[in-house]
Nanobody, 118 residues
Framework: QVQLVESGGGLVQPGGSLRLSCAAS????????MSWHRQAPGKERELVAV???????NYADSVKDRFTISRDNTKNTMDLQMESLKPEDTAVYYC????????????WGQGTQVTVSS
């Protein structure tokens, strides 16, 4: 069974920084894509950033130039470095991984809370 565990969330003031980590129970090299999603109260879950097995990345416009997604295949972790945080970044952040074989398999972490407030 694939396990994904997020960590690094917390309370920060606007303009502050946080680094989120997603630790996998096994090798992450098998995953075609890994991504970070977030869900704010009363809103649907949204895609924040994606990193593919080849290293290509994509970001939501709302976080572009502020967030950086990365993966470390030797540590089996995926990180999200968040800079210049805004109150609207407040949400539960979720780690996601997709594996494509003859079908697409998707895995989720339990989420970590990020609160940006003065």
């Amino acid at each position: 069974q694939v396990q994904l565990v997020e960590s690094g969330g917390g309370l920060v003031q606007p303009g502050g920084s946080l680094r989120l980590s997603c630790a996998a129970s096994g090798s992450i090299s098998r995953f075609n894509t890994m991504s970070w999603h977030r869900q704010a109260p009363g809103k649907e879950r949204e895609l924040v950033a994606v990193i593919r097995s080849g290293g290509r990345t994509n970001y939501a416009d709302s976080v572009k130039d502020r967030f950086t997604i990365s993966r470390d295949n030797t540590k089996n972790t995926m990180d999200l470095q968040m800079e210049s945080l805004k109150p609207e970044d407040t949400a539960v952040y979720y780690c996601n991984a997709q594996l494509v074989t003859i079908a697409t398999w998707e895995y989720w972490g339990q989420g970590t809370q990020v609160t940006v407030s003065s």
